[in-house]
């Protein structure tokens, strides 16, 4: 329950509150941080970024503000109003595309590295990869249908969709040999490492960076490096391997 509240946008404290007055019922705030065990000050500052979310709303009576979580049922239209104001906002994002690009300072130092951390910013790494062309990976299916199952089928489908390239490593386990069933195509190469191959972190590596994730439940985590040098000689390394 608490992933999937983290999945609307709520904070931990933010869940914990929701999960709370779904239980309680309409509360004035004052009640509700006495259950919470938190300042009133702070309870509203949740009560309305939970609000902001479309997870609760407000009302008076006999000149007290009320607090309640909306219809559960109503959730679903929560997200999809979600859906259609981030579709519209990639709209304008593509409309507005050329003239940020000429607006960015092309000479700007461009970081060497980057920190992923925490599943939002790892998801965000991940479509980065989707735009490449071409790219080869050490990777372990299991950790990742455990810990990110929403990317276990989306990069595969996304590569057949956008006619990219990849050859991929697998750590022998039985997930593997499903994902090779499903997904191994001509642009979509596989193959299974020896067994007793154990590996707790994938690497992809791409034309200029290389991706290294960490699938630690509690410290899901990926760094990128922006180098040109070192992504070829990975690649080398891995050219190695797949021979």
Not at 88 to 94: D, E, W
Not at 185 to 208: N, Y
Not at 211 to 230: M, P, Q, R, T
Request: glycine share 4%.
């Amino acid at each position: 329950m608490k992933d999937f509240l983290r999945d609307l946008g709520a904070k931990k404290n933010e869940g914990e509150t929701y999960l709370r007055l779904l239980e309680l019922g309409a509360q004035p705030a004052s009640v509700i941080a006495k259950h919470i065990g938190t300042p009133r000050s702070t309870m509203y500052l949740i009560l309305q970024a939970l609000e902001n979310l479309g997870l609760v709303e407000e009302f008076e009576r006999s000149g007290v503000k009320y607090f309640k979580t909306v219809d559960v049922s109503e959730i679903e239209n929560v997200i999809n109003a979600r859906k259609r104001s981030l579709d519209q906002t990639m709209i304008h994002f593509k409309e507005k595309l050329p003239e940020l690009e000429l607006l960015q300072k092309k000479l700007t130092m461009t970081p060497k590295t980057k920190l992923f951390e925490g599943k939002d910013k790892v998801m965000q790494m991940y479509e980065q990869v989707l735009k490449e062309e071409s790219f080869s990976a050490l990777f372990n299916a299991q950790l990742m249908k455990e810990v990110m199952p929403q990317y276990y089928e989306k990069i595969p489908q996304a590569l057949k969709k956008q006619g990219g390239k990849a050859r991929e490593l697998l750590v022998d386990n039985a997930v593997a040999h499903e994902y090779m069933e499903k997904f191994e195509s001509e642009r979509h190469q596989m193959k299974v490492l020896p067994l007793g191959t154990d590996l707790q972190s994938d690497m992809i590596i791409c034309k200029e960076k290389i991706f290294l994730i960490s699938f630690g439940k509690s410290d899901l985590s990926a760094v990128e490096i922006y180098n040109s040098s070192l992504a070829k000689s990975h690649q080398s390394f891995f050219n190695l391997l797949w021979g």
